[in-house]
């Protein structure tokens, strides 16, 4: 059994100022507030006394303070509660439940701002909010916040007591969002137009909260409070409506009237307890959904409101009546605390850890699942980049093979340029040195001899003597830098072209000579000059034989020349290919540290996912 507390009901009244209708007709006010919590008849001998009595003059706030706050503490606390107005038809039900949101919010609005920061303050406790909003019209239980769902049941649970088979529950997390709804279901509510409000509700209805609570820490019970805010329809006399009056109206009257007789008669016998006749809940849906609350389970407000104008004397004097007999009903609350799963707090407590284990099942399946396709991809980038790695490889030993070649016909052809550049004048074969050895000493014999001949100096150009100096000079030079050097090409080149040169000049020179010999007078003819022709054509010889020389000299320095420029041309092109073969080595070396690199992280990768499958 839970923690329990005996409380009377709280009653109080409230006396709204005279309204238009009530000062045009010339209406009177006849009760008055005396003291904190008395009203009397201002001519009068009758006075009643409550909890308190709320002059016209009081905002809905300060009711709240009295009626509702401490409603709102029990409902914290785990104790049912209950907050209605009670009143005729006009008399301010309305404008004291719900009021004006924002310039004079009622009781309701304020009842929901005030458990909402009463959660922000409680420390330690958890507590999840549900609300639900039904009217009764016509005894038929209608859901406001589903307006599709007309005419709900009632049940007994013998452990929650009257539910409402089937309605809507919201769960709340912030003032705002119950407001939200309320206004939402304000909408639904059916009103009409009387003679004494122009927006009567035509309907009880009743917004609930349910507050459930548990202590963070530990394993604590849930408490379960429901608080029931009731605004009623006005109790009415059959004249309110007028003749005119429909026969809709008129039902909706009896059905009000019935339902507040019968509540009033509950009241009554709770109020008196030598009276041990059964007490009517069943007679309407109002009492029956009360019944809890009334019986004793729920910390219960009343409000009664009554018009001080003379003209609704009666109905006042009953409202007060009422407020009496509510007065006096003394209730036993008791904590209403659960243990299973009954409570929504524990059923998504449990949903929220059952969800939790799934996400970390799905979490784990999500990781494996990504390692899975890591290692798959890593397998397959693996294979991937060995292949790659193969070919890089096969690339690699072809370039080198390409390389190897490519230096080996360097080698070849730089071998062949040093053997070029090396390379001694054809070694002259015996014939031919002694060719040349004959050459060598017949132009010197034979210039010896022109030195020596008897050749008259007069008949003699000494252009010739020194064209044959020269001449015999630079041969004998060439000859000597052809054995020094024969890649000396240039001074080659430059001595071939001087013996051309001087040769010409001692064969022209010979043959200006000649023909002076010839244009000579026999008369003139002397020995030396019979020796001329022989020196002459020696001479001739002589030159011929240089020149063949000098001429297989040049071709043989013509095909150097020509096989050298090949060789360049071919070198030149091989240092490229090499150049470009070198360019691609390197870019394959990049390649393989890349490989290397990509492949020392798949190594990590899976010695990663080896010791994570450990
Ligand atoms: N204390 C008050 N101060 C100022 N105006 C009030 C007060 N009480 C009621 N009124 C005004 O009186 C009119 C009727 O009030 P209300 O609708 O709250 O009556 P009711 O008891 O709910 O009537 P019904 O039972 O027909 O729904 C409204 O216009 C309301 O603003």
Redesign the pocket.
Known sequence: MGERTIENISVSV?I??L?QRELTSGGEKIWEKVGESEIKEKAGARSFAYDRVYS?NTETGEIFEYQGVQVIEKCIAGFNGCIFCY?Q????????MHGIRKTNPGLVPLSIDHIFSMIQRSSGKEFLIRCAYIEIYNESINDLLNPNLLNLQLAEDKRSGIKIVGVTEEVCTSSHQVNSLLAMGEKHRITAS?N??????RSHSIFRVIVESKNTSGKSDVAIAALNLIDL??SESADVHGPSASSARSKEMKYINRSLLTLGTVIMRLSDKKNSAPIPYRDSKLTRLLQPALEGDSKVSIVC?ISSCNDAYDETLSTLKFAQRAKKIQQVIVKNEVTGSKALIVKYEKEISELQERLREMEMKMVQEEKTAMNMNLSKEMLMLQEEKERADARLDSILQEKLQLKQELERLKSFIISAENVKPKPIEKDDKSRKDSIHKHSAAHSRTILSSEFRPEDTEPLLTKNLDFMQNRFSRMIDLNNEDSSNFSLLERNDTYLLNGIDNVENELLRMGTQKESAPTTQINPVETKVPATYEECLKIIEEQRRMIDSQKNMLDQFKYENEAKDLALLKFSKDIEEKQDQIDLLNDELTLCRNNLTKLQVANRFRQSVKK
């Open positions: 409230r709204r100022p309204n016209e009143g038809t006009g008399s301010g039900k309305t404008h004291t009387t004494f409000n122009q927006r009567s509700s329809a006005g409101n």
